[in-house]
């Protein structure tokens, strides 16, 4: 099964992706933990990355085909199939995946679109926190770890902020998402795989709806 989550910054694209890993057994392909670990590698591609991502811009569409293409062609994508998380955000790369989807043998099976208010975004995202050690994810009000400092994974206190997480580029992330990704909600209707879920409902209860939707 491969699956779009759609959603704006904040929705919860990467906490469902983590917890749809859990019940369904597919792999997240995140195309931001991707530019984000090639910035931090000083690639190519995370030099071209660095400025656009902390200004809240996109990415080039030809850089995020590129890494995506190349993900598609492992092992445990093909075997166990995808979580597009942050992917497509463009028509050209909804059109691109499309392609390669056909290219290497592979279906699209439902999309997912979250949906959520602007303004508790902005709550959401200042108050997000990662550990750095096992990625788990974790926010200051409504997911805090059980030990307050210490993560309920992996036991580390090795917690880290993302550099684009404040107001200003959020709100930036936000134009973004309304100009360049919304329009493809009408992309995936006209397909008749789309599935809407309330984003603003708690964590468990947004995962217990995309579990149905997928199942229904
Ligand atoms: P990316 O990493 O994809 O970020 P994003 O889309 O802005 O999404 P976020 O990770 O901010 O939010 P999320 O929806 O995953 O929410 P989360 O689950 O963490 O992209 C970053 C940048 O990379 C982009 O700006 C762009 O520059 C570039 N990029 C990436 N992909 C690209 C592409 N395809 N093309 C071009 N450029 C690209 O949740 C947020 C917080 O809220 C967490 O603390 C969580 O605990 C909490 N939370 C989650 N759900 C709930 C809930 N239901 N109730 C209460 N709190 C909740």
């Not at 926010?139 to 107001?167: L, M, Y």
Request: aromatic residues 4%; glycine residues 12%.
């Amino acid at each position: 099964m491969n699956i779009i989550l759609l959603g704006p910054p904040g929705a919860g694209k990467g906490t469902q992706a983590k917890m749809l890993m859990e019940a369904k057994g597919l792999v997240q392909l995140s195309t931001g933990d991707m530019l984000r670990a090639a910035v931090k590698a000083g690639t190519p591609v995370g030099l071209q990355a660095k400025a656009v991502m902390e200004a809240g811009g996109l990415v080039s569409d030809d850089i995020v085909i590129g890494i995506v293409s190349d993900r598609l062609d492992e092992a445990d994508v093909r075997e166990q199939g995808a979580i597009f998380d942050g992917f497509p955000r463009t028509q050209p790369q909804a059109e691109a995946l499309d392609k390669l989807l056909v290219e290497k043998g592979l279906t699209l099976d439902a999309v997912i679109n979250m949906a959520v208010e602007d303004e508790p975004l902005v709550g959401r995202i200042s108050g997000r926190f990662t550990c750095g050690d096992c990625g788990e994810g974790y926010h200051k009000e409504f997911k805090k770890p059980a030990v307050e400092g210490v993560c309920d994974k992996c036991g580390s206190s090795n917690f880290k902020f993302r550099a684009d997480d404040n107001e200003e580029t959020v709100r930036e992330r936000l134009k973004a998402y309304h100009a360049d990704t919304a329009p493809l909600i009408d992309y995936y209707t006209a397909t008749g795989k789309l599935k809407t879920v309330d984003g603003m409902k708690g964590i468990d209860e947004v995962q217990a709806a995309m579990v149905a939707a997928l199942e229904g």
